[in-house]
């Protein structure tokens, strides 16, 4: 099963990505071992997470969320629209 989950920076900015094991994959980007864009902007916190089931859909649904703006994206971190599958 794969997964989407949204991070919290330190200046605010919102990262989106996908796992197969998002504590894991959590635990990488704060240890600055994660993506390179989250490197030095700690302290991070995980806002989302949602399954979506295989990687392809996983990567289709973390396309159209990166393409949200941060107000649709503070939405769907507190459940008030449904994640655009």
């Known amino acids: 099963m ?3 989950y949204l991070v919290r920076c330190h200046d605010g900015s919102l990262y989106t ?4 094991d998002v504590q894991r994959r959590f635990a990488a980007h704060a240890s600055d071992r994660g993506a390179r864009r989250l ?7 995980l806002v989302y997470s949602h ?13 159209r969320v990166k393409r949200l703006s941060r107000a649709d994206k503070e939405r769907l971190i ?3 629209v449904a994640l655009p599958l």
């Open 51 to 63: 399954a979506v089931g295989d990687r392809g859909l996983a990567a289709r649904v973390e396309y």
């Open 2 to 4: 794969w997964y989407l």
């Open 39 to 45: 490197r030095g902007r700690g302290p991070l916190q």
């Open 78 to 80: 507190r459940g008030d």
């Open 17 to 20: 990505g996908i796992s197969t």
